[in-house]
């Protein structure tokens, strides 16, 4: 049905369809999903098929995600695809996410901001601290408010395990 619907444009259709897939968890249809989400040039249609994958929760699906959240393409329009990160396990890529604290879309920044509060009690040792290098590194020109917020809740959060 989604094959139809995208080869006769009808994206009204294959945007219904694509909401429906997500609404049922159905996941016989992943693969294309993941290969669209890949492919599209349409931000409408990559943040529908984002939030699909999420709401069907199958952790394949964040690998892609990230991969899409970090093209160049996708700049201006990642605040979906970031959200769509929340219900699913995406903790061994916080390093990748964690760069969108300082973005100048306070959309974006505040949804890495929240992927980041929402794992910081299963992050490691390591990850902790590669996470604070990244954003001190992102503060040295970027005075995002955001990225001091972060900074100060790893190392606190750093602290109270040290304890």
Same mark, same amino acid.
């Given at each position: 049905?989604?094959?139809? @619907?995208?080869?006769? #444009? %009808?994206?009204?259709?294959?945007?219904?369809?694509?909401? +429906?897939?997500?609404?049922?968890?159905?996941?016989?249809?992943?693969?294309?999903?993941?290969?669209?989400?890949?492919?599209? %040039?349409?931000?409408?249609?990559?943040?529908? =098929?984002?939030?699909? /994958?999420? %709401?069907? #929760?199958?952790?394949?699906?964040?690998?892609?995600?990230?991969?899409?959240? =970090?093209?160049?393409?996708?700049?201006?329009?990642?605040?979906?695809?970031?959200?769509?990160?929340?219900?699913?396990? +995406? =903790?061994? @890529?916080?390093?990748?996410?964690?760069?969108?604290?300082?973005? &100048?879309?306070?959309?974006?920044?505040?949804?890495?901001?929240? $992927? $980041?509060?929402?794992?910081? &009690?299963?992050?490691?040792?390591?990850?902790?601290?590669?996470?604070?290098?990244?954003?001190?590194?992102?503060?040295?020109?970027?005075?995002?408010?955001? /990225?001091?917020?972060?900074?100060?809740? $790893?190392?606190?959060?750093?602290?109270?395990?040290?304890?």
């Amino acid at each position: 049905m989604i094959q139809k @619907h995208l080869f006769q #444009g %009808d994206m009204e259709g294959l945007i219904k369809q694509i909401a +429906y897939i997500g609404e049922k968890k159905d996941t016989t249809q992943f693969a294309f999903l993941i290969d669209l989400l890949k492919s599209t %040039d349409n931000k409408i249609l990559r943040n529908e =098929i984002a939030i699909a /994958l999420s %709401d069907i #929760g199958d952790d394949r699906a964040v690998e892609p995600l990230i991969e899409v959240i =970090i093209d160049p393409k996708t700049s201006g329009s990642r605040g979906t695809l970031l959200y769509a990160l929340e219900n699913l396990n +995406y =903790i061994v @890529h916080i390093e990748d996410i964690i760069p969108f604290i300082g973005d &100048s879309s306070l959309e974006v920044s505040a949804q890495s901001f929240m $992927l $980041l509060e929402q794992m910081m &009690s299963r992050l490691s040792d390591s990850q902790n601290l590669k996470c604070q290098q990244l954003i001190e590194i992102q503060i040295s020109s970027n005075q995002s408010k955001l /990225l001091g917020v972060a900074l100060d809740m $790893l190392k606190k959060w750093r602290y109270r395990l040290q304890e």
